[in-house]
């Protein structure tokens, strides 16, 4: 079983969906929890970033973290086409020692 | 502006040829990584460093080789042990293991 487990997709959505990304692991020490955007041919940029279990809400955006289920989720409201992306969840423990284990990416469309 | 250069954006190797891919960083980060990507795929890290002068393999480091003379820069080699270099390389660093990593744009790979 992989760390961290994603749903490779391709998810296509209408214009103005509400969009759910979901991620679950397998390792119950970790405590931050991110979301990364990647366009195509360009680097991942970090969306969201949240420390143990809650929501955090950003603009459109909406991370959440249920730490007892091992899951994590990230929600986009109104969704438009320029959200069309790969999102990678990742996630790391609390030691600085601790690296980031990232997910496969999850392929999203927003069709206008 | 703070952030992470790659350069170059495209490179073409020769069969037997070892190359160099440059990534510099001024955002004051201590860790630096290398990791491949290949279409539809999540990201494999080559190698990282958590500080200057040194480095760990990653889950692929077979072929590659780097160097971290500098805080700012940590370059990767490609050798020519690297049978199937073409790939799309990203360059990130992050204050510490276990917080966000910021990415470059990346380099791609590919052999003539």
């Known amino acids: 079983q992989k760390e961290v487990e994603q749903d490779p997709g391709p998810l296509s959505v209408p214009e103005g969906a509400i969009v759910s990304l979901n991620c679950t692991y397998s390792?119950?020490?970790?405590?931050?929890f991110m979301w990364y955007r990647q366009y195509s041919r360009k680097g991942p940029e970090l969306l969201m970033y949240?420390?143990?279990?809650g929501n955090k809400e950003d603009g459109r955006f909406t991370a959440q973290v249920d730490k007892s289920s091992k899951y994590i989720s990230l929600f986009i409201r109104d969704s438009q086409p320029s959200d069309s992306a790969t999102y990678l969840c990742a996630m790391s423990g609390r030691t600085s020692y601790d690296k980031v284990i990232f997910g496969p990416g999850t392929s999203l469309s927003v069709i206008p | 502006d703070g952030g992470i250069t790659q350069s170059p954006k495209y490179l073409f190797r020769k069969e037997g040829q070892n190359v160099t891919l440059s990534c510099e960083q001024n955002?004051?980060?201590?860790?630096m990584y290398w990791y491949r990507q290949d279409p539809g795929q999540g990201l494999r890290l080559i190698y990282y460093?958590?500080?200057?002068?040194?480095?760990q393999k990653g889950d692929i480091a077979e072929g590659y080789s780097v160097s971290r003379e500098k805080k700012e820069s940590f370059p990767l080699t490609v050798t020519s042990a690297q049978k199937n270099p073409t790939a799309f390389y990203l360059c990130a660093s992050s204050i510490r293991p276990n917080q966000p990593q910021h990415f470059g744009d990346g380099t791609r790979l590919s052999i003539l």
């Open positions: 955002l004051n980060h201590d860790a």
């Open positions: 390792n119950s020490a970790f405590q931050y």
């Open positions: 460093s958590q500080i200057v002068n040194d480095f």
């Open positions: 949240t420390y143990s279990s």
